[in-house]
């Protein structure tokens, strides 16, 4: 293709790009390192209280918003540097709970950014594997079903994925909240009270599970489709040869399906490393929080009105900067076997 | 001793039936070729040999042992497939290992077993290359390897050279041929190519629908041909078929009247005769006289064609033969040459015996083997 005529395709999904990406992530990155906050000045303020004689005034000095001309409050924007960062990532309070008698990980976990650091990442390296591993079972399973029920099921297994996520979130947490259907089902079953949103490690695994239930069925159905381009001669080979069904899977199977796991397992890491759907629907807030709320927390105004954005941007670039690293290894792989394979 | 048995094989999917019934033994050490078109049921009979498909009916004994429950891997079978059915994860040595390292063969013997396998197809200097590296021969090669590695009763070919170019399949043909040879192993092949089949076979069975046509040494195929359809198979050109009828020894139809043909019945009659069985003379004179149809040079010789009714009917002219198209020729056909059909079953039928020309048609066919010389 000549270059103009790349340009000229390419051209639309650059500028879309840089308008709704890479501008937006430079001014969160910006914005990370200044503070804006209100002016605030000091008046003195003369209060008489009618008295006898004389009235009794006495003088005192407040701090109020300090206001423009046309009366609104005046926002002072200051370069903060690290300052917003070091004010999420606290190395000292860190430092201190890590160091002898100062509580450990306990105490670490207690500070709002590793509490979510900490259930952000239990939440993406554990949902990980199920889903991939759910998602390829059912694969195989329904590719050795007749024909003729594939698509019913195939439309079936794939409900869970269309449905809106805080919908099917709220959806688990209403089946399980206090004498939801299964809650019952499983006092009836274990023969004891059972309260799986009072704490937080039941909710985890609820989280955890509503994210499988909902993600397995995309892994699915790439697998799937995967499955269908397997070279039969190569399967019908390996029987031959005399490999059993697992061999089969694991020399014939896994390795057509490697670049569709990869795949899959990057889209997996970036979805639930942004974790927030999960924090809203089963209202875990008190429990557990993810970095995406950390943020989202940030944003809300306060009492006065106030947002943290700048807190907020650190957050957020955080995040970022989190699943760049998770991704690393992926991609490194990805790399080396383009490069091997050229 | 490990021949393969087969006692009223037969396949049906629903109604309808891609198998019939076939019947036959395969002696220890023989190179057999299921030779017909597509969809013919040779790859079916061989892949229900393999175990990848159970027979709907009959029998199937490789050596002395019934097969029919028994899972591929338990039969003793290696399999080369036409799209090389290769491992692409792995390499060419890893691809030749896997089945010693899944039928866990004392992995101290495999090095040598593996280099051993490479070397008799010639692939020892690619061993750590992966498939995607190799050419399409190459490929096969491998597939070659990978099949004599674990020395097994039986191997089975379904078109291993289908997908290689014309000057390859000519070398890699010679090579099985040689393989086979030297490993001494029974060995069934499945092609639609004639010349493969002639060349490799020990004996071919000619399929069509779903039967088999005719089971015979490459030479008794050639020359006597069961029926039509083996006759319009085998050859090329294929042996020339014309509907007629043979009254008191004369097969006559449209522009042909071939007189000597003692003790076959009356009536309605295909008669049938090679190309090269024919003599191609310039103006009228022989048995079939017509205008030049289409006249193509082959270097080696020139092929006649004209139209008898229906049917276009070759013969073989010396290479410096000419004509023009339509130019009245005539093809000299002796009554040795002929071979008679039944019109409506297509059947070979036999001279009465007690009146039976002497001797084949031609006997020295088998060692001349004229079909590889129009390849």
């Keep these: 293709m000549k270059a103009r005529t790349f340009a000229l395709f390419i051209a639309p999904s650059v500028v879309l790009m840089i308008l709704f990406i890479a501008l937006p992530l430079a001014s969160v990155l910006v914005q990370s390192f200044y503070n804006t906050r209100q002016v605030f000045e000091v008046v003195q303020v003369e209060n008489c209280t009618p008295g006898f004689l004389t009235s009794v005034c006495t003088t005192e000095e407040r701090s109020r918003p300090k206001l423009d001309a046309a009366g609104r409050p005046v926002l002072e924007t200051t370069f903060v540097g690290l300052d917003t960062y070091r004010l999420l990532l606290q190395p000292e309070a860190v430092a201190q709970a890590l160091s002898a008698g100062g509580g450990g990980l306990p105490a670490l976990f207690n500070l709002d950014f590793y509490r979510a650091l900490r259930f952000t990442l239990t939440f993406t390296l554990l949902t990980g594997p199920f889903v991939i591993g759910i998602g390829l079972a059912v694969a195989l399973a329904v590719n050795g079903i007749v024909r003729s029920l594939r698509g019913p099921v195939i439309f079936i297994m794939l409900l869970p994925f269309i449905i809106t996520p805080v919908i099917g979130a709220l959806s688990i947490r209403w089946l399980f909240i206090g004498d939801g259907i299964l809650t019952v089902a499983l006092e009836w079953l274990l023969g004891r009270d059972l309260s799986l949103f009072a704490e937080g490690w039941t909710l985890e695994i609820l989280m955890m599970l509503y994210r499988v239930w909902h993600v397995a069925p995309f892994a699915f159905v790439v697998f799937y489709a995967g499955l269908q381009t397997v070279d039969q001669d190569t399967l019908e080979s390996a029987i031959v040869d005399g490999a059993s069904r697992f061999e089969r899977l694991r020399y014939v199977v896994v390795p057509h399906l490697m670049p569709l796991i990869v795949f899959v397992t990057l889209i997996n890491l970036m979805d639930s490393y942004r974790v927030f759907e999960e924090v809203i629907g089963f209202s875990s807030q008190a429990h557990r929080i993810s970095l995406q709320y950390l943020t989202y927390s940030y944003l809300t105004p306060d009492e006065t009105g106030n947002r943290a954005i700048s807190r907020a941007s650190a957050s957020s670039m955080l995040t970022m900067i989190g699943i760049v690293f998770i991704l690393i290894p992926l991609l490194v792989r990805t790399w080396r076997d383009h490069r091997v394979t050229r | ?375």
């Design chain 2, 1 to 375: 001793m490990v021949g393969v048995v087969l006692r009223n094989v037969t396949k049906r999917w629903g109604s309808f039936t891609g198998v019939h019934a076939v019947d036959l033994v395969i002696g220890d050490r023989e190179f057999v070729v299921f030779l017909g078109p597509s969809g013919c049921g040779k790859t079916t009979t061989m892949r229900m040999i393999a175990g990848l498909e159970d027979p709907s009916d009959g029998e199937i004994l490789i050596g002395d042992r019934v097969v029919n429950d028994l899972e591929p891997k338990d039969r003793d079978v290696a399999m080369v497939f036409q799209n090389y059915g290769l491992y692409p994860n792995l390499t060419v040595y890893e691809n030749i290992r896997f089945p010693l390292k899944v039928r866990r063969v004392d992995a101290s013997t495999h090095d040598a077993r593996v280099r051993k396998a490479a070397a008799m197809v010639e692939l020892g200097d690619l061993l750590h290359r992966r498939p995607k590296e190799l050419s399409g021969g190459q490929r096969q090669r491998v597939a070659l390897a990978r099949a004599i590695v674990r020395e097994p009763a039986v191997f089975l070919m379904d078109e291993p050279l289908s997908n290689l170019d014309a000057k390859l399949r000519v070398s890699t043909r010679a090579q099985i041929k040689n393989l086979q040879h030297e490993l001494k192993v029974t060995t069934i092949y499945v092609t639609h190519d004639q010349i493969e089949a002639m060349t490799l076979a020990d004996r071919v069975v000619v399929m069509n629908k779903g039967r088999f046509q005719q089971v015979g040494t490459p030479t008794e195929i050639y020359d006597r041909p069961a029926n039509t359809f083996v006759a319009g198979f085998i050859g090329s050109p294929a042996m020339n078929l014309m509907d007629g009828a043979v009254a008191a020894g004369v097969f006559e139809a449209p522009g042909v009247r071939v007189p000597g043909l003692v003790g076959y019945p009356d009536g309605p009659a295909t008669l049938g005769f090679r190309a090269e069985d024919a003599e191609v003379a310039a103006g009228p004179g022989g048995e079939i006289a017509a205008p030049v149809y289409s006249i193509e040079l082959l270097g080696d010789a020139t092929l006649v064609s004209v139209r008898v009714g229906p049917a276009l009917v070759a013969a073989r002219a010396p290479k410096t033969f000419r004509a023009e198209i339509g130019d009245p020729v005539s093809f000299r056909i002796g009554a040795a040459g002929c071979h008679v059909f039944d019109s409506a079953s297509g059947e070979r039928i036999e001279p009465a015996p007690a009146m039976a020309s002497p001797g084949p048609a031609r006997a020295d066919l088998g060692s001349t083997m004229p079909i590889g010389a129009t390849a």
